[in-house]
């Protein structure tokens, strides 16, 4: 690691700002090299401020992913938007998100507009999905978000899943960070827990092809996950939380069909995180209502 005297070494915190789904966390799994956040095509699949650390021998961008921002209609949704709102007071640099697929609408303006409350941070807009577009559209988009502030530092198309214009944007980003030493290790690609990784891994897992009325209704909690002796081989114990026995049910599938399908695929990515193989125990519960209950809600680290 580059010892602190470095001249002109930057580091500082990022976070992506816009709607729910558009693309902030692939952008972050893009931008890190690594898979830290999980990704669905279902909205406000973040629920955790999660930290992915870009290194550069330049600088170090801290990069946190939160939560989209959305009207609230359940407790979780409010302490979510806290979340946001904590997350937004600490940052040297938002960069608001907007796809190239859609128009710009009421929600985009009304998240550009509530920068204003953050007066300290350095403002950029970024164009996502490039790649699903066709160059009027992302033209005309990035007419549309230029004109909604007029302090932007930089307004700029990319593509997280091609990764064009990633460096562009790292670069942009770095240049606005302030000078100081890096605030990780070289090496470290998040601040999350092995424990958070892996309940997110199989909370993606269980979000995969499920009917709409689910995603907000399952949490992930582990009891354990403790390896064998003479190594090789890791016990996991994992509860996947839902607040009604007919989603239980879902989760569960067909004599067990789905849940068998959830654990194969959760296995298959916590297996390269642990580097052993793993026996995943999964047990669905259900927790009623939780999203609408203080205490529930505190048991499940929200």
């Not at 979510?80 to 609408?105: K, M, R, S, Y």
Request: with cysteine; hydrophobic share 40%.
């Amino acid at each position: 690691m580059s010892d602190t005297g470095d001249d002109g070494f930057r580091s500082g915190f990022v976070t992506f700002v816009g709607r729910p789904n558009v693309g902030k966390s692939t952008l972050m799994n893009a931008l890190v090299g690594e898979k830290i956040a999980i990704t669905s095509e279902k909205p406000q699949t973040t629920r955790r401020a999660i930290r992915g650390i870009v290194n550069r021998p330049g600088g170090q961008l801290v990069v946190v992913d939160t939560p989209g921002i959305h009207r609230p209609r359940t407790l979780l949704g409010q302490r979510l938007n806290d979340l946001v709102e904590d997350v937004l007071g600490d940052v040297d640099v938002i960069a608001f998100c907007a796809p190239a697929t859609q128009e710009v609408g009421p929600g985009d303006r009304r998240i550009a507009q509530s920068l204003d409350g953050y007066p300290r941070a350095k403002k950029i807009a970024l164009v996502t999905k490039t790649d699903a577009a066709a160059r009027e559209a992302i033209t005309e988009r990035l007419m549309e978000v230029d004109a909604l502030r007029e302090d932007w530092t930089a307004v700029i198309p990319l593509s997280a899943l091609t990764g064009a214009q990633l460096d562009v944007l790292v670069d942009e980003l770095l240049a606005l960070m302030p000078e100081g030493p890096p605030l990780y290790e070289d090496g470290v690609v998040t601040d999350e827990s092995t424990s958070d990784r892996i309940a997110e891994i199989i909370r993606e897992a269980a979000l995969e092809g499920v009917r709409d009325e689910l995603p907000h209704s399952i949490a992930v909690t582990i009891d354990d996950v403790e390896e064998r002796e003479g190594g090789g081989l890791t016990d996991v114990y994992a509860n996947i939380v839902v607040e009604r026995d007919s989603q239980k049910a879902i989760i569960i599938g067909h004599k067990g069909s789905r849940l068998r399908d959830v654990g194969a695929r959760a296995r298959a990515q916590i297996e390269p995180l642990l580097g052993t193989r793993v026996f995943l125990k999964l047990h669905v519960r259900v927790a009623k209502e939780w999203q609408r209950d203080p205490k529930q809600l505190g048991r499940l680290g929200f």
